[in-house]
């Protein structure tokens, strides 16, 4: 365990990528919605933008550069890449857990300044107003595990199998879900499975499913990374 809270600090190696460039990147966002809709003026209702998701891609984005950047340079300093990858797990779920945090703690800005002053709901997310303040951090942050994973299974199965091996995981996931799809409509099941879905809480849609998704893939991950090449 000590070996890997110390690969740990590889992480922020590159520390302007994995913390700064998504929170600064999100400011500049911010900073357009905001010049927008004070240019708008009075609306009859609050505006709700959307744009936080840009946070989440960046996460993405750099989760992969874990791998194809950070991943080499760690093995080089003879880290085994089994430690890497929990050292890179460990990481992601304290990142995405502070980040969970620091977006909620600006919607409770937002709300107390009733939308910065020009009613904007930026960080803000109309569905979850209602649930309790454990469980809105927990929607602001699983999202961030499961993209990290998501980028981080990418990079791994990409240094492992090359471009012909996403090609072939690609065209495969298209074909499974063509496949089920045409089976769900020659069983007429899809009216039930609509049905099913609907009555999912909001709690399952953004949490549960997400996290299950998100162990999944860490999973995969795990077992895939041991054959790759640096």
């Known amino acids: ?93 304290v990142q995405s857990i502070l980040f969970g945090v620091l977006l909620f703690c600006c919607q409770l800005v937002e709300d107390a300044t009733d939308g910065w002053g020009i009613r904007l709901r930026f960080f803000g997310l109309n569905f979850i107003d209602d649930l309790n303040p454990l469980l809105q951090i927990a929607i602001y942050t699983v999202p961030f595990v499961l993209l990290g994973f998501l980028g981080i299974f990418v990079a791994v199965f990409y240094k492992r199998f090359g471009l012909t091996g996403m090609w072939l995981l690609s065209t495969g996931t298209l074909l499974v879900l063509a496949g089920v799809a045409v089976l769900l409509t020659w069983l007429d099941l899809w009216s039930g499975i609509g049905g099913w879905f609907a009555d999912q809480p909001v709690a399952a849609w953004i949490v549960g499913w997400p996290a299950l998704l998100a162990a999944l893939l860490a999973g995969v991950g795990y077992l895939t990374i041991r054959r790759v090449t640096p």
């Open 1 to 93: 365990m000590n070996r890997v809270l110390t690969v740990t600090r590889v992480q922020l190696v590159g520390w302007q990528n994995t913390v700064a460039w998504p929170w600064l990147l999100l400011l500049m966002v911010f900073t357009v919605n905001y010049a927008v809709f004070l240019v708008i003026g009075d609306r009859d209702v609050n505006p709700t933008t959307g744009a936080i998701v840009s946070i989440y891609i960046v996460v993405f984005v750099t989760s992969i550069n874990w791998i194809t950047q950070l991943l080499p340079f760690s093995m080089a300093l003879s880290v085994i890449r089994r430690t890497f990858y929990l050292a890179s797990a460990l990481f992601l779920t």
